[in-house]
């Protein structure tokens, strides 16, 4: 069960439930890639060097399990909500840490987006409220439509 609907209240509505972008797995995915050139040149060598081939692929393709494991726990246990009366932010699981802001505290919401941002629809969020804001929300999907739906209102 998602955490927001723990602490949602009877009377507010959902406009918006985002998350990370798949992007967060690129590490892995550089990882993999590595991996597999591992096999390839393992494929075209001989002796003690096919051997030291093969090991490095296998380093490499368990380092890009584990970095994927990681990258995937990380974008399941991240919310982020925005209904008709705040912005829910959560982060972990069993140690968890939220973020709320009433829409009503918002002064703006800035969205920056890189090349890679603009191709792949993420970027980082940063919403800025009286008194105080949030760190940035970093490789949030769809970023505009975050901002739209605090925005709106």
């Known amino acids: 069960m998602a955490y927001y609907t723990k602490v949602i209240q009877p009377d507010e509505n959902v406009r918006y439930v ?16 590595v991996a597999v050139a591992a ?8 002796g ?8 490095a692929a296998g ?11 990681g990258a995937w726990f990380v974008r399941i246990t991240t919310e982020i909500v925005v209904n008709d009366r705040r912005i829910i ?3 972990g699981w ?10 009503t505290k918002v002064e703006t919401v800035d969205v920056s987006q890189g090349i890679g941002g603009r191709i792949f629809n993420y970027g980082t969020v940063a ?9 940035p929300l ?16």
């Open 18 to 33: 985002g998350g990370l972008h798949w992007t967060i797995y690129r590490n892995a995915i550089l990882l993999a890639v």
């Open 39 to 46: 096999l390839i040149v393992c494929l075209g060598v001989s």
């Open 48 to 55: 003690d060097q096919q051997f030291l081939a093969l090991i």
């Open 59 to 69: 380093l490499f393709l368990l380092l890009a399990a584990v970095s994927f494991l």
């Open 89 to 91: 932010h959560k982060v």
């Open 94 to 103: 069993i140690a968890r840490r939220t973020e709320e802001m009433n829409i």
């Open 127 to 135: 919403i800025r409220g009286i008194g105080g804001g949030w760190e």
């Open 138 to 153: 970093r490789r949030v999907g769809s970023p505009l439509e975050l901002r739209n739906a605090i925005v709106v209102g």
